[in-house]
Structure formats: structure tokens, C-alpha cells
């Protein structure tokens, strides 16, 4: 009897960046293991599984925001055209260089007429010119395996009008200079996430008032009259409370003009979560959105993964996933950020990722993140969650962080 094929899927979405930093599109990532974590063996049907997916299952709109999608097909979906069902306007074909035979090539080819912009990963430029480039509107170019004066050279030999050059696993911030300085068009890699720089950095007056304002918010016993002191003292941050307190998203029938009435009206759960946002975004200052949205997502990832794991809401697991961009937006190692900010011990912890509840839960949203499906299987059994239900967690964080920023979400902070 054939062997039925039961799968765990997986999707994890890594923005693309232009030279402003402003995110264009993520690339989806699709993972498929059998429900025994082994391997799959057939590829051809994982393939078409995963395209089924992620046009029933996880809905592209739903994982870009409405930004372009990045897919990565491999040659069997192409040929019997299983993709044509993908939206060409949202759409961007991922196809591997080494794949690039007469039938491949001509498969593009018609899929690039119909609208579907490709783009050719894996694109190292010492290889034999194939004929999947010259169709190509957009080379990857892999940081990790082309280095030097390959770089530039990339640039300089393959760039036209109509073929924008893409570098991927940019790491670092100097990476990522030096791809903006040979011409490149578009970044992706793990550079945003980076402190651009460790040296010794004083932080401004209001970066001081704002990680105060997190420190209050990470305290159990909240105290309203020191929230308000510090607000007080912070107008940008006053002018976002009284604006959100009095927009259509609250629904109060007479306009408040005070910062203790809109405290209370807004209740201490309400409060705590809307400023821990709203103040992370004050401490962005010139960082892209990008981080915030990064942080939601890991915030409210952690949130789910802890309920279900039945850990306690104090201290708030949100704020750990919230928390975690600090040393990008910063420009300061985490540790030593840590060492400043008087947190909940438990909430440092985590953050150092040392092996305590709360910790486990941000190292399996991390794991997650980065793909390492062999510590999502072990941290997600440690804490009884299940793991099959981490990508409806991961695609539920997602549309919650992006409807924070959607232009028919006026609720927070813009």
C-alpha cells in the first residue's frame, strides 16, 4: 500500500529591503516536513502540497501585507505550470541559476510574458553566462559564497535598466554599505537587526524618558502617578496618547484633554500594551519601520506560544518579543543595554536567552525565525506546545503587526 503522505508545514517570510531601507516585498519560505520530522523524500509532491498552501492555507496577501512575494519554486512546479494560480501583480518568481536547462528557460520565459516578474537565485557571476539570466528582471547575489571585487563586479557586468540586482544574506551594516556603494538595488539578509555600531553611545534625553516609560510598564504593580510624570515630560509621546484616546478606535463621547483622564480610561492592560508600542516606536527615530514590525511579530508570537504553554502573564511575554530589537534600535549590545535598564530579572533573562521558561518560549520564536527546524522541534516538545500550530501563530502575529501599520488602521501611532 502507497505510504500517505501527512505533512507539517512551515513558513517563515524575510523582508527585502531598497536602498531607503523601506521594505518592497518579503520572500516566502516554505518548509514541509512528515509528521515524523523525517525528510521528505518526494519533492515533486511536497512542492505542489506547499503551492496549494500557501494559496489556501496561508493566503499570500495575508503573509506580504499586500507587498510583493518573493516564492522560491522548484523546476517540477514551473514546468507543469502549477503557479499560474499566484497573483502576477503580487508575485515574484524565485528560480534556482543551477536549474537553468532549455525547458526551465522557456517555461520563464512564457511566465514572464503573462506578468510574472523572475528572479534568478543563486547567481554567482565567475559561472558560464546561462539563459535564464537574460531573461531575468532581478539576480540574487548570495554575500556568503560571492565576496571582494565579485561584488562590484556583479554589478557592473550584469546590472541594466530592466535587471535590478538584489543582495542577499547581507549580514552586517558594513555589508550592507558596501552593496549600496557598488549599485546593488535591493538587500535581505539579517543586517537590520545588527547594532550598526558597538562603540560607546550616549543615549539622548528622550531615549532615557522612553526606556524608563518601558521599565515602569515592565513593572507587575504599575503606578499611574509615575507613568504620567514621565509621559508629562515627553510631548511627542503626550500628543500620541490624547490622539489615540480620542480617536474613533476608543470610542469616548466627549474629548479628553488630560493625561490622567486618558490613563484612566484606557485601563492598565490597554495602557501598558499601547505605550510599550508606542514608545518603541519614538525609539526608532531614523531605523526602519521594518524593526517594529519584527518585534511585534516576535511579541506576539511569544504571547500565543506562552499561553499555550500555560506560563504566567507576569511578567507579560509580549514585552520580551518587543524588547528584542532594543540593541538594533540602540546601537548598543543587549547585555549592556540590560545592564542600564532595571528590568524584571525574569524578562532579562529571557532576553539573554538563558534556559528559563520565559527564555525557552523567545529562543522557539527566534529558532523559528532564523529556520532551525531541529531546535523548533526540541524547544517546541519542552514546552508542550504543539509544533504543527507554530506557523498559524507565526501567520496570526504577522496580520496583527501589519494591520497596526495598514492605512485603515488609524489606531495607534502615526
Known sequence: MAKVMVMKL???RQPIFNRWKRVIGYELIFHAVETDNS???????AGKWLIDAQLHLFKTIRLTGGKLAFVPLPRPLILQDLVSTLPPSQTVLEVDAEESTDDLVSACFRLKVTGYPIAVKGFLPWSP??????????????????????????VSVYATPTRKMLAEKVETAEEFAEAERFGYDYFQGNFLYQPETLSAKVLTSHQF??????????????????????????PSLSFKLL??????????????????????????????????????????????HELLVTALVRGHMCEQIASVAKLPTDPDPFLVGLLSVLDALLDQPMHEILEELPLNQELKDALMQYPTPLGWVYSLVLAYERMDWQTVSKLANFLGVPESELAVYYERSIRWADHLFSRESPVLLR
Open 10 to 12: 512551515f513558513v517563515v
Open 243 to 288: 490622539r489615540y484616546v480620542n480617536s474613533a478606535a476608543v470610542g469616548v463621547r466627549h474629548r479628553v484633554s488630560s493625561l490622567r483622564q486618558a490613563l484612566v480610561l484606557l485601563g492598565e492592560r490597554l495602557l501598558r500594551r499601547w505605550l510599550l508600542i508606542a514608545v518603541t516606536t519614538l525609539l526608532l527615530e531614523n531605523k526602519p
Open 129 to 154: 553566462v546561462r539563459p535564464l539570466v537574460a531573461i531575468a528582471n532581478i539576480l540574487k547575489v548570495d554575500f556568503s559564497k560571492v565576496t571582494g571585487s565579485e561584488r562590484a563586479r556583479s
Open 209 to 234: 524618558t522612553y526606556l524608563r516609560v518601558m521599565q515602569l510598564l515592565s513593572d507587575p504593580n504599575m503606578d499611574f502617578d509615575r507613568v504620567e510624570q514621565v509621559i508629562k515630560t515627553d
Open 39 to 45: 525528510p521528505l523524500v518526494d519533492r515533486e509532491q
